[in-house]
T-cell receptor
């Protein structure tokens, strides 16, 4: 069974440019999550999709970040315009169908390292 | 106070010893607890999950949970050099719209020396 995949693995862009990150979850996983780790800090939650719906986007830092999951399969995270503080590693994770009373284990992808110069 | 705190490392143990990793959390409503292992430059890899008070064993790994003390730990028996990695404690709440959100600790670096 294929794991969570992310593309690209690395991205270097200039401040003000746009970048789109892609995540393909494990097949059959309705839940998809985005996290971010900036240098020297712990991994932080960004948002949670259940199928194509945003269940929780409380961790999104500002409106420069836009996440989508059309069709409930892969997801994209767009940063527009990128700022220096957006640099970090963006992880995607997925988990099996579950609910508030039965949280499932989350499996992480390899991450996209974003560098904004 | 951080929501999830791990014992500060780095932790160094000899091969064959028991490595003990600790984690405390601040929210009493937390219901699910996870340990991830992360090698340098790689993704977090889930190694243990625990939901109920007590011990849960899986091979050389034992997770221990004490909700009254808001404490979760991971023991690694017969430590091997390949266990050298950063260990991340993650906690999530049940209920509400944020039921899927994992809150991570800062990680503890473990080094197992031959």
């Amino acid at each position: 069974e294929a794991g969570v995949t992310q593309f690209p693995s690395h991205s270097v862009i200039e401040k003000g440019q746009t970048v789109t990150l892609r995540c393909d979850p494990i097949s059959g996983h309705d839940n998809l999550y985005w996290y971010r780790r900036v240098m020297g800090k712990e991994i932080k939650f960004l948002l949670h999709f259940v199928k194509e719906s945003k269940q929780d986007e409380s961790g999104m830092p500002n409106n420069r970040f836009l996440a989508e999951r059309t069709g409930g399969t892969y997801s994209t995270l767009k940063v527009q315009p990128a700022e220096l503080e957006d640099s970090g590693v963006y992880f995607c994770a997925s988990s099996q169908p579950g609910g508030w009373d039965s949280p499932y284990e989350q499996y992480f992808g390899p991450g996209t390292r974003l560098t904004v110069t | 106070q951080k929501e999830v705190e791990q014992n500060s490392g780095p932790l160094s143990v000899p091969e064959g010893a028991i490595a003990s990793l600790n984690c405390t959390y601040s929210d009493r409503g937390s219901q699910s607890f996870f340990w991830y292992r992360q090698y340098s430059g790689k993704s977090p890899e889930l190694i243990m999950s625990i939901y109920s008070n007590g011990d849960k064993e899986d091979g050389r790994f034992t997770a221990q949970l004490n909700k009254a003390s808001q404490y979760v730990s991971l023991l690694i028996r017969d430590s091997q050099p390949s266990d050298s990695a950063t260990y991340l404690c993650a906690v999530n709440l049940a209920g509400g719209t944020s039921y899927g959100k994992l809150t991570f600790g800062q990680g503890t670096i473990l080094t197992v020396h031959p």
